[in-house]
């Protein structure tokens, strides 16, 4: 006994001594210069930003940015950890604990980040043309005026958008085809070469044709594809916050452009539902125009997007026909396991084919261990024998199809650097921010990942799957809308404003602040559903006017 | 030896059968959970995540990628990004479990000493403390430790929390000074006849004679600072042990199953190797004496 | 010149040893008409005894008062985002708010009381028998003792894992094979079985530990006593009412006692279940250890700190409490209050 003890404390002390602590992602070059990049990799990888740093690194390796060293050592950071997200991050960043010095990061309030002076100033460098790479124009001339407008303040830019984000439903183009559920022109069920209808747009010959035009339709197609026992939607039980953007989105495309921006502006004439005019079985109600102003802006709830989107979380969430309650509910079930059963589940047998599943535009980049576990250990995206599309979302209603599809923007993520980079930093910084959104780099981005970011770039096609060719469609015929306003309310508390913003705070009574939407609805006292669309309208209603206002009152007046 | 028995075996009455069946099952269920993550270890990811029972499509893949994909990010000293992988999460683990056992098992051991053998008005007054502490129900100081850590500079350093660890306040101390106080005074005062200086004494004669009652906290803490998530979470989550990554792990949306499956078995061998080679020194120790020596 | 430092040094060195000397007569309060100079063996008690009791000291010193202190004061303090504190009331306001209002603490203050009354109330008695049946020795006794044991030392995050795959993928699988139903939640699922396996999760497991200290304290009972009730022509349960559990009260009471004490710092596994994926309930340990550990809590620690002070001071009230109504009625002995001190 006593030769064991003595054993293992030998041991621990050798084991000390040699030391075996973490280890290093890459090893420093002290011959040149460092840059260190901060980034959020989430869903969207790290691929395409080792390619932008061999490239970079490529391109001024005889370059001189410091005195005494050429060349240039690009260092992914802190990637992969709570830190680098907006929320925390902006705690952090002018601490010593960061040594990030340019970041890519998801969750940033920028007017936050502006207004504590945590942000370079990067003006000039995004309005200079990007002659050294080879072009004529700037950066900012590659955005959107809307979006450079609202990142613009006092005149002075500091970040630029990081890349085009979304939470909406994936489904299986193949088994639609295959079982025939795509609707005709005359609302029957049809494969893909049948004569699809129009799809939620109006239009016939575009991206959504032959998908569900409306709610209805969209629930019937459900109970179709429940009847060809396959599994009609999934989500991740343990991302359930995903379903709260959906509603969000699905609420937008009720609203209308105007009516979405008034939620970040608050500032014009809203359309509302008139108090106690809903009839929820027939879904009708009134509405009036209100001037909506800070002052007033928890009216806002009374948006009939809420309303609509509401009833349609209803139906979903409460017809587990139309799910498997045990993955999408429990937090046990993951986006991983989410992502397998999409993928793998149509080359076994003994498992029921998913037909739609709630993810993000990055969902395939993620899914590649469920690729590998499909298709092989060396397996991509592009080996899939399925092929999968972005779908367009429903009308609420017959009246609403073909009007315009929104996409918000949500995911507030943004490339800026920071403020106290040193001096001698601040050229290759500057530099590598102007690198990455160059044609070549903003294409080689896109093609690696999947993923668009909102500047104007040309993309070969060619490289992009069926997935990232409907999303392309689908933002290309949307109207954007960014989380950014100039308004003083809103940047008081950008993570309060927004449909998705509201589900995820407080609504019903005894929600906790981690319960989200698609559970509290599914929340049974015995067998009866302890609240459904019109309670949770309502609490939303009453929180948003009795309480939440009353802590603007200081930004209000 | 002849076992010493410490309960009178009577003639099993009806009632007897009656637990004896209601134990059985109890422990095939309480066993029952384990074989899920035994199956899982060594199944394929879709297989597994098909149905969590079957006996098929068995691999050792999930324990190859332990070793190559299983890592905990962290922040160098230097600021660079790094990571744990599991070789250095091992090595954490057996330095901070080692270390705090021995720290947690040895301090009750010199203060109970201590006390016993010089009963002076400080003795008195830190057996008491220990009584009234012990007894003090006080909840929530986590924020104040993990600042107190911080302010000390032992926040994320292992020797750190075996000084953390290194506390008299516990049953042990009580279990010691009454051992040490029933032994003769004879023992110390002969071999102090003999030439012997204290610490002579304590390590040759006084610790061999509570070395049972050592070796079982010794191990009891072992297995519990190995399984322990908690101090490595709130006090060095920049310097992992296998058990926080663990968790860590667990809760990334793209974690496999199986893989988590395969890391809990892992960290799981070591406790259950020395309960296996220890159980009768564990659960006799207990049973018969309670915790004494 | 080097003669007068000598002597200088010499009564120095003479000064400090008889300080020395006079703080451990002090301390230790010996007649203080013994001579000042201390013979040879009781120096070297003295250095051993500093020697080994200082840094258990000094570890109490800075881990326990210091971080009692240090809480208290944090209780008042109220950070600015750099860092800089302002001395404030304004965390007990919110404590004292959010106990009357925020949902969050007070499920989480009433799941802890719900876990550890119900755990205490079915696995104590459950423990007890379990406990006699080792110590009588009954059949298959030692082997079962190991089984029992096992779950102890595995750590709770594996447990976890095993158990919510078991109850969230296992039981629907099992219902649909036993009766054919396949849109069975899991129990982990349903909010309808949530806490009630949660709960029984908690006591399940939690008798594996508590058996061993119970049957240890049995094993103490004089072997005479229960022969003399069996030859009085005593049953097993009469023995187990009349004799055992008398006998073994005062550890009882401890453990009663002691439970309470930590019944707002146990998580009951509840950190573990939410983050390895499991749908969980809050329990107080739980709260303190999401919000602790989140990036960025520093500048909430005040907030915790006063939580944690009131808390302390509920927990204190009911503590001393049951312990004065245990000492006061004890139902088997009612002179035992006296007798049994320190427990």
Same mark, same amino acid.
């Given at each position: 006994m006593? /030769?064991?003890?003595?054993l293992i404390?030998?041991?621990?002390?050798l084991?000390?001594?040699i030391?075996?602590?973490?280890?290093?992602?890459?090893e420093?070059?002290?011959?040149?210069?460092?840059?260190?990049?901060?980034m959020?990799?989430?869903?969207?990888?790290?691929?395409?930003?080792?390619?932008?740093?061999?490239?970079f690194?490529?391109?001024?390796?005889?370059?001189?940015?410091?005195?005494?060293?050429?060349?240039?050592?690009?260092?992914?950071?802190?990637?992969?950890?709570?830190?680098?997200?907006?929320?925390?991050?902006?705690?952090?960043?002018?601490?010593?604990?960061?040594?990030?010095?340019?970041?890519?990061?998801?969750?940033?309030?920028?007017?936050?980040?502006?207004?504590k002076?945590?942000l370079?100033?990067?003006t000039?460098?995004?309005?200079?043309?990007?002659?050294e790479?080879?072009?004529? /124009?700037?950066v900012?001339? /590659?955005?959107?005026k809307?979006?450079?407008?609202?990142?613009?303040?006092?005149?002075?830019?500091?970040?630029?958008?990081?890349?085009?984000?979304?939470y909406?439903?994936?489904?299986?183009?193949?088994?639609?085809?295959q079982?025939?559920?795509?609707?005709?022109?005359?609302g029957?069920?049809?494969?893909a070469?049948?004569?699809?209808?129009?799809?939620?747009?109006?239009?016939?010959?575009?991206?959504?044709?032959?998908l569900?035009?409306?709610?209805?339709?969209?629930?019937?197609?459900?109970?179709?594809?429940?009847?060809?026992?396959?599994?009609p939607f999934?989500?991740?039980?343990?991302?359930?916050?995903?379903f709260?953007?959906?509603?969000?989105?699905?609420?937008?495309?009720?609203?209308?452009?105007?009516?979405?921006?008034?939620?970040?502006d608050?500032?014009?004439?809203?359309?509302?539902v008139?108090e106690?005019?809903?009839?929820?079985?027939?879904?009708?109600?009134?509405?009036?125009?209100?001037?909506?102003?800070?002052?007033?802006?928890?009216?806002?709830?009374? =948006?009939?997007g809420?309303v609509?989107?509401?009833s349609?979380?209803?139906?979903?969430?409460?017809?587990?026909?139309?799910?498997?309650?045990?993955?999408?509910?429990?937090?046990?079930?993951?986006?991983?396991?989410?992502?397998?059963?999409?993928?793998?589940?149509?080359?076994?047998?003994?498992?029921?084919?998913?037909?739609?599943?709630?993810?993000?535009?990055?969902?395939?980049?993620?899914?590649?261990?469920?690729?590998r576990?499909?298709?092989?250990?060396?397996a991509t995206?592009?080996?899939?024998?399925?092929?999968?599309?972005?779908?367009?979302?429903?009308?609420?209603?017959?009246?609403?199809?073909?009007?315009?599809?929104?996409?918000?923007?949500?995911?507030?993520?943004?490339g800026?650097?920071?403020?106290?980079?040193?001096?001698?930093?601040v050229?290759?910084?500057? /530099?590598?921010?102007?690198?990455?959104?160059?044609?070549?780099?903003?294409?080689?981005?896109?093609?690696?990942?999947?993923?668009?970011?909102p500047?104007?770039?040309?993309?070969?096609?060619?490289?992009l799957?069926?997935?990232?060719?409907?999303?392309?469609?689908?933002?290309?015929?949307?109207?954007?809308?960014?989380?950014?306003?100039?308004?003083?309310?809103?940047?008081?508390?950008?993570?309060?404003?927004?449909?998705?913003?509201?589900?995820?705070?407080?609504?019903?009574?005894?929600?906790?602040p981690?319960?989200?939407?698609?559970?509290?609805?599914?929340e049974?006292?015995?067998?009866?559903y302890?609240?459904?669309a019109?309670?949770l309208?309502?609490g939303?209603?009453?929180?948003?006017?009795d309480?939440?206002?009353? =802590?603007?009152?200081?930004v209000?007046? | 030896?002849k076992?010493?028995?410490?309960?009178?075996?009577?003639?099993?009455?009806k009632?007897?059968?009656?637990?004896m069946v209601?134990?059985? &099952?109890?422990?095939? +269920?309480?066993?029952?959970?384990?074989?899920?993550?035994v199956?899982?270890?060594?199944?394929?990811?879709?297989?597994?995540?098909?149905?969590?029972?079957?006996?098929?499509?068995f691999?050792?893949?999930?324990?190859?990628?332990?070793?190559?994909?299983?890592?905990?990010?962290?922040?160098?000293?230097?600021?660079?990004?790094?990571k744990?992988?599991?070789?250095?999460?091992l090595?954490?683990?057996?330095?901070?479990?080692?270390? +705090?056992?021995?720290?947690?098992?040895? +301090?009750?051991?010199?203060?109970?000493? +201590?006390?016993?053998?010089?009963?002076?008005?400080?003795?008195?007054f830190?057996?008491?403390?220990?009584?009234?502490?012990?007894?003090?129900?006080?909840?929530?100081?986590?924020?104040?430790? &993990?600042q107190m850590?911080?302010?000390?500079?032992?926040?994320?350093?292992?020797?750190g929390?075996?000084f953390?660890?290194?506390?008299?306040?516990?049953?042990?101390?009580?279990?010691?000074?009454?051992?040490?106080?029933?032994?003769?005074?004879?023992?110390?005062?002969?071999?102090?006849?003999?030439?012997?200086?204290?610490?002579?004494?304590?390590?040759?004669i006084?610790?061999?004679?509570?070395?049972?009652?050592?070796?079982?906290a010794?191990?009891?803490?072992?297995?519990?600072?190995?399984?322990?998530?908690?101090?490595?979470?709130?006090?060095?989550?920049?310097?992992?042990?296998?058990?926080?990554?663990?968790?860590?792990?667990?809760?990334?949306?793209?974690?496999?199953?199986t893989?988590?499956l395969?890391?809990?078995?892992?960290?799981?061998?070591p406790?259950?190797?020395?309960?296996?080679?220890?159980?009768?020194?564990?659960?006799?120790?207990?049973?018969?004496?309670? &915790?004494?020596? | 010149?080097?003669?007068?430092?000598?002597?200088?040094?010499?009564?120095?060195?003479?000064?400090?040893?008889?300080?020395?000397?006079?703080?451990?007569?002090k301390?230790?309060?010996?007649d203080?008409?013994?001579?000042?100079?201390?013979?040879?063996?009781?120096?070297?008690d003295?250095?051993?005894?500093?020697?080994?009791?200082?840094?258990?000291?000094?570890?109490?010193?800075?881990?326990?008062?210091?971080?009692?202190?240090n809480?208290?004061?944090?209780?008042?303090?109220?950070?600015?985002?750099?860092?800089?504190?302002?001395?404030?009331l304004?965390n007990?306001k919110?404590?004292?708010e959010?106990l009357?209002?925020?949902k969050?603490?007070?499920?989480?203050?009433q799941n802890?009381?719900?876990f550890?009354?119900l755990?205490?109330v079915?696995?104590?008695?459950t423990?007890?028998?379990?406990?006699?049946y080792?110590?009588?020795?009954?059949?298959?006794?030692?082997?079962?003792?190991?089984?029992?044991f096992?779950?102890?030392?595995?750590?709770?995050?594996?447990?976890?894992?095993?158990?919510?795959?078991l109850?969230d993928?296992?039981?629907?699988?099992?219902?649909?094979?036993?009766?054919g139903?396949?849109?069975?939640l899991?129990?982990?699922?349903?909010?309808?079985?949530?806490?009630?396996?949660?709960?029984?999760?908690?006591?399940?497991?939690?008798?594996a530990?508590?058996?061993?200290f119970?049957?240890?304290?049995?094993?103490?009972?004089?072997?005479?006593i229960?022969?003399?009730?069996?030859l009085?022509?005593?049953?097993?349960?009469?023995?187990?009412?009349?004799?055992?559990?008398?006998?073994?009260f005062?550890?009882?009471?401890t453990?009663?006692?002691?439970?309470?004490?930590?019944?707002?710092?146990g998580?009951?596994?509840?950190?573990?279940?939410?983050?390895?994926g499991?749908?969980?309930?809050?329990?107080?340990?739980?709260?303190?250890?999401?919000?602790?550990?989140?990036?960025?809590?520093?500048?909430?620690?005040?907030?915790?700190?006063a939580?944690?002070l009131?808390?302390?001071?509920?927990?204190?009230?009911?503590?001393?409490?049951?312990?004065?109504?245990?000492?006061?009625?004890?139902?088997?002995?009612?002179?035992?209050?006296?007798?049994?001190?320190g427990?």
């Open positions: 006593k /030769k064991l003890f003595a404390l030998a041991a621990a002390l084991i000390s001594m030391g075996c602590g973490p280890v290093a992602d890459v420093l070059e002290e011959n040149k210069t460092q840059l260190i990049v901060g959020s990799d989430g869903g969207i990888g790290t691929e395409w930003m080792e390619r932008l740093i061999a490239a690194e490529e391109k001024y390796k005889d370059y001189s940015f410091e005195e005494g060293k050429t060349g240039v050592q690009v260092v992914i950071g802190s990637k992969n950890r709570t830190t680098m997200l907006g929320e925390t991050l902006i705690d952090i960043i002018g601490t010593s604990e960061i040594k990030d010095e340019v970041f890519f990061t998801e969750g940033a309030y920028y007017n936050q980040f502006v207004e002076g945590l370079y100033d990067i000039e460098a995004m309005n200079s043309p990007l002659t790479f080879g072009e004529d /124009k700037s900012t001339q /590659k955005m959107s809307d979006t450079l407008d609202q990142l613009t303040m006092d005149g002075k830019l500091y970040a630029v958008p990081y890349w085009r984000s979304g909406g439903m994936v489904y299986n183009a193949t088994l639609f085809n079982n025939s559920w795509y609707y005709d022109a005359n029957n069920f049809t494969d070469k049948g004569n699809l209808g129009t799809g939620p747009d109006g239009k016939p010959g575009t991206y959504d044709d032959g569900p035009r409306t709610y209805d339709e969209f629930f019937t197609l459900l109970e179709r594809i429940e009847k060809d026992n396959c599994t999934q989500m991740a039980g343990a991302s359930g916050d995903y709260s953007w959906l509603i969000g989105q699905m609420a937008a495309d009720v609203m209308g452009y105007e009516d979405v921006r008034l939620n970040f608050f500032n014009g004439t809203a359309t509302l008139k106690g005019t809903i009839d929820w079985d027939n879904m009708t109600y009134e509405t009036e125009e209100v001037e909506i102003t800070p002052e007033n802006g928890y009216e806002l709830a009374r =948006q009939p809420l609509h989107a509401l349609f979380a209803q139906r979903l969430m409460q017809n587990t026909k139309y799910y498997d309650p045990n993955n999408c509910l429990s937090g046990s079930f993951k986006i991983a396991q989410s992502q397998l059963e999409f993928v793998r589940n149509p080359t076994i047998s003994t498992k029921k084919n998913v037909a739609i599943m709630l993810d993000g535009v990055w969902w395939e980049n993620e899914a590649i261990a469920s690729f576990e499909t298709y092989g250990s060396n995206k592009y080996d899939s024998t399925m092929e999968y599309k972005w779908m367009a979302l429903p009308k609420a209603t017959e009246e609403m199809v073909g009007s315009e599809s929104l996409a918000v923007n949500v995911l507030y993520s943004y800026f650097i920071k403020s106290n980079i040193a001096p001698e930093k050229e290759v910084a500057t /530099k590598f921010l102007q690198f990455a959104h160059t044609d070549a780099m903003l294409a080689d981005f896109t093609e690696t990942t999947g993923i668009f970011k500047f104007e770039y040309p993309v070969n096609e060619e490289k799957t069926s997935f990232s060719k409907s999303m392309k469609a689908y933002f290309d015929s949307s109207i954007a809308v960014d989380a950014l306003s100039n308004c003083d309310l809103y940047r008081s508390a950008p993570a309060d404003f927004w449909v998705a913003r509201w589900l995820r705070s407080k609504y019903a009574d005894d929600q906790l981690y319960e989200i939407i698609s559970s509290v609805l599914v049974k006292n015995g067998s009866e302890r609240y459904d019109e309670d309208y309502n939303i209603v009453k929180y948003r006017k309480f939440r206002w009353g =802590q603007y009152s200081s209000i007046g | 030896m076992k010493q028995r410490t309960g009178p075996r009577i003639k099993e009455p009632g007897a059968k009656v637990i209601f134990l059985v &099952i109890y422990a095939v +269920c309480l066993i029952f959970p384990y074989t899920i993550a199956n899982g270890a060594f199944r394929d990811w879709g297989s597994f995540v098909d149905n969590i029972f079957a006996w098929k499509d691999t050792l893949e999930n324990f190859k990628k332990i070793f190559t994909e299983f890592n905990y990010p962290v922040t160098m000293d230097n600021g660079m990004p790094g744990f992988y599991f070789v250095g999460l090595i954490n683990s057996v330095l901070f479990s080692v270390g +705090c056992a021995f720290a947690s098992s040895t +301090c009750p051991l010199i203060v109970g000493y +201590c006390t016993a053998r010089f009963p002076n008005a400080f003795s008195r830190v057996i008491n403390l220990v009584y009234v502490l012990m007894a003090l129900p006080i909840v929530g100081t986590i924020a104040s430790e &993990i850590t911080q302010n000390l500079g032992i926040y994320n350093t292992i020797p929390m075996w953390l660890k290194f506390n008299f306040l516990g049953m042990y101390t009580l279990i010691y000074h009454a051992n040490f106080k029933s032994m003769a005074k004879e023992y110390f005062e002969a071999a102090y006849m003999d030439g012997a200086g204290h610490f002579t004494i304590f390590t040759k006084m610790v061999p004679m509570v070395s049972k009652t050592w070796t079982l010794f191990l009891l803490s072992f297995i519990g600072f190995w399984s322990d998530y908690g101090t490595p979470l709130y006090f060095m989550p920049d310097n992992p042990t296998l058990s926080l990554a663990l968790l860590n792990f667990n809760k990334l949306p793209g974690s496999i199953e893989m988590q395969a890391a809990a078995l892992l960290l799981a061998i406790s259950l190797t020395l309960f296996v080679l220890f159980r009768k020194k564990i659960v006799g120790n207990i049973q018969t004496g309670g &915790i004494k020596g | 010149m080097r003669e007068l430092l000598s002597r200088l040094w010499e009564g120095l060195c003479d000064f400090l040893y008889d300080t020395k000397c006079a703080l451990y007569h301390i230790v309060k010996k203080p008409n013994k001579p000042l100079r201390m013979e040879t063996q009781r120096r070297k003295m250095v051993f005894y500093m020697c080994f009791m200082a840094i258990p000291v000094i570890q109490f010193c800075i881990m326990w008062i210091g971080v009692n202190f809480n208290i004061l944090l209780a008042f303090k109220e950070y600015d985002a750099d860092m800089n504190y302002t001395w404030t304004n007990f919110d404590v004292f959010n009357q209002t925020d969050e603490v007070q499920l989480s203050l802890s009381v719900l550890h009354l755990t205490t079915i696995s104590l008695p423990s007890l028998f379990i406990s006699f080792f110590y009588k020795k009954w059949k298959w006794a030692d082997q079962l003792k190991l089984i029992l096992l779950p102890a030392m595995i750590s709770s995050v594996v447990t976890v894992t095993c158990f919510y795959y109850a993928r296992g039981w629907p699988m099992l219902i649909e094979l036993l009766t139903k396949t849109d069975e899991g129990l982990l699922v349903n909010n309808n079985t949530r806490l009630p396996v949660l709960i029984g999760y908690n006591v399940f497991y939690s008798l530990g508590s058996f061993l119970y049957s240890s304290a049995m094993s103490g009972i004089d072997s005479a229960s022969e003399a009730a069996q009085d022509g005593a049953n097993i349960l009469q023995e187990f009412w009349y004799i055992t559990l008398p006998m073994i005062p550890l009882l009471t453990f009663i006692v002691g439970g309470l004490a930590g019944m707002m710092i998580d009951h596994g509840m950190y573990a279940f939410s983050q390895t499991g749908n969980a309930v809050p329990t107080m340990g739980y709260y303190f250890t999401l919000y602790v550990t989140q990036d960025g809590a520093e500048r909430r620690y005040p907030y915790f700190s939580l944690g009131v808390l302390t001071v509920m927990t204190c009230v009911i503590v001393f409490s049951v312990r004065a109504l245990l000492r006061r009625y004890d139902p088997f002995n009612e002179n035992t209050g006296d007798r049994r001190r427990i």
